[in-house]
């Protein structure tokens, strides 16, 4: 057909000179110079413009702990049950209810049980994470808990001393305050 073969020097709305098939002009395909469809599909391209920040950094990292088993933590995180609020699925979401990361801080899920939701999560320092994870015990003497490592600060005495003892039954309220090979009690205040 020799209609498909023949073009038209058009100008379209914007200004921009193109060169079109006839073919295109009658059945509609050609509607402009190509900034049509640029109006049209780039914003919904266009994301938050954050994507190279820390906040991005953490969400992405959780959202791939939850959800590829291929990711190393899965095991810990998506296998365990662990997961991500509807409203974080989406990095905005996430950015809405944690807002900017403060310096020196972490995500931290205060019940390690549950899942990552706005309740359930802090931006916490990176000594607050480690007390707060599963393997950490925390010990309970008179009322007040610590961990081992908070208790052994108190104390002066060895993490490795107050955990040996634990292990041997030692009640805890002797096992973080008897001074080693001195036998008398230290003075921690509860």
């Given at each position: 057909d020799a209609r498909c073969y023949v073009r038209w020097k058009c100008l379209c709305d914007c200004g921009n000179i193109k060169f079109v098939a006839s073919a295109?002009?009658?059945n509609g395909e050609s509607q402009s110079c190509?900034?049509?469809?640029?109006?049209?599909?780039?914003?919904?391209l266009k994301t938050?413009?954050?994507?190279?920040?820390?906040?991005?950094?953490?969400?992405k990292n959780m959202i791939s702990r939850c959800n590829d088993p291929k990711n190393r933590a899965y095991v810990n995180y998506g296998e365990r049950g662990i997961k991500v609020?509807?409203?974080w699925q989406s990095f905005e979401g996430f950015l809405s209810d944690m807002g900017k990361r403060p310096d020196g801080m972490t995500l931290e899920r205060n019940d390690n049980n549950a899942n990552y939701t706005k309740e359930n999560c802090r931006w916490a320092t990176r000594q607050e994470q480690n007390s707060n994870t599963r393997r950490t015990v925390h010990v309970t003497a008179n009322g007040v808990t610590h961990t081992i490592a908070e208790w052994a600060s108190l104390s002066g005495i060895r993490c490795e001393t107050i955990a040996y003892r634990l292990g041997k039954?030692?009640?805890a309220e002797i096992?973080?305050?008897l001074a080693p090979k001195l036998g008398r009690k230290l003075p921690i205040t509860f």
């Open positions: 295109s002009l009658q190509g900034c049509l469809r640029k109006e049209t599909h780039v914003p919904a938050h413009g954050l994507s190279r920040t820390v906040e991005y950094a953490t969400w609020c509807d409203s039954g030692v009640p096992a973080v305050t």
